[in-house]
């Protein structure tokens, strides 16, 4: 077996991890996407993406209370087949990588042109995937132990950034509250849908959660909260910054930290912000990485998945290194890499539920 059977994780570490995962987006590029599709009406876009993307997640933990003792791959090649399965599978993989790739990617460009621009940029990433591999070799308990340990710190930073920047808001720059024409924002469901999709790529790690009811838990409760903390952090950037700037601004969170001032004595509060965003961001690539290397064994059926944790770091760290122009990762790779997964993984459920009904099993 790939992962030790009495390994498990229950809804407070597995939905922790899923959260980390979507809510830490709130301090990427993530909302510079969201402002140039939506204009004013981008801070609605992430609660958007949670409606769509939650009858796929609903179909998807149909699925897996039919099947209890499969997880996304085991389905995928039963419904399927190996060969095709396999496939699926691996464009499920690949995308979740290729998310690890641009997220990395992310941090060593904020990282650099923020605050450490004489570091070089390999040893940013090395720190930060030896940290990850560090987390995942010690397996899922590990990881989401750590999780749900630094939740309650990062939910506490959140909302005390966003209480922080109160006196700099200005209410006159939500309007017209409506953005772009509706029509529009309909055309651009692919580019946004997918926001919270790794609700549906930790399908594979389902057999490691403790109980099927402790998976949906976690899953549900991750996507609403997900969400919502992406929506009234990205509400706090439009209050800020004004719609116009945030389209210029790649990292808006950072931005935003630098403006804080607590007291008359603290001033470069960014500081202290900034540490414990080192520290979701870290683990955010250790939940991308375990997600990935596991789900890999699954399709290629490997006794043991630790060696191959510095693998795919490594082969990570490679690839986001290849695009010199932060520009041309952002503004391009991204925007390929979420319509893809609005493309594969919201029909996906439909698709696999279908099959599940052809071959006679929707009575199970």
């Known amino acids: 077996m790939a992962n030790n059977s009495s390994e498990k994780v229950g809804v407070r570490e597995f939905g922790s991890m899923i959260l980390i995962s979507i809510s830490i987006k709130l301090s990427d590029t993530t909302p510079v996407f969201l402002f140039q599709r939506a204009k004013t009406a981008g801070w609605m876009l992430p609660i958007i993406a949670g409606m769509i993307m939650f009858p796929s997640l609903i179909i998807m933990l149909s699925l897996f209370k039919r099947y209890e003792d499969k997880n996304l791959i085991d389905i995928l090649n039963h419904l399927m087949g190996r060969f095709f399965g396999g496939i699926c599978g691996s464009a499920v993989a690949l995308i979740v990588f290729s998310l690890m790739v641009t997220s990395s990617r992310d941090i060593m460009d904020s990282i650099t042109i923020m605050f450490y621009p004489k570091t070089p940029p390999i040893v940013i990433y090395l720190i930060f995937m030896s940290a990850a591999v560090f987390i995942c070799r010690r397996g899922v308990e590990a990881v989401g132990g750590v999780c749900w340990f630094m939740i309650p710190v990062l939910i506490f930073e959140t909302v005390a950034v966003i209480l922080l920047t109160i006196p700099d808001m200005r209410p006159g720059y939500i309007f017209p509250i409506g953005g772009i024409k509706p029509l529009e924002l309909i055309k651009g469901i692919p580019f946004y849908a997918s926001y919270e999709s790794e609700v549906i790529m930790v399908g594979g790690l389902f057999t490691v959660v403790k109980s099927y009811r402790d998976y949906a838990r976690g899953t549900i409760t991750a996507l609403i909260l997900g ?17 116009e700037a945030l389209q210029h601004i790649p990292f808006p969170f950072l931005e935003l930290t630098r403006i804080i001032r607590i007291g008359r004595f603290i001033s470069n509060a960014e500081a202290i912000f900034f540490g414990f965003w080192i520290i979701a961001e870290s683990l955010r690539l250790t939940v991308y990485l375990y997600i990935i290397t596991y789900t890999f064994s699954r399709i290629f059926r490997l006794n043991e998945i630790k060696p191959f944790f510095p693998l795919v770091a ?45 071959k006679g099993e929707e009575g199970q």
């Open 227 to 243: 969400s919502v903390i992406i929506s009234i952090s990205s509400l706090t950037y439009l209050l800020v910054f004004d719609v």
């Open 314 to 358: 490594v082969l990570s760290i490679c690839i986001s290194l290849f695009p010199e122009n932060f520009a041309t990762l952002v503004f391009n790779t991204r925007r390929v890499i979420t319509f893809t997964a609005s493309v594969v993984l919201i029909p996906l459920p439909y698709v696999l539920l279908l099959l599940s009904r052809m």
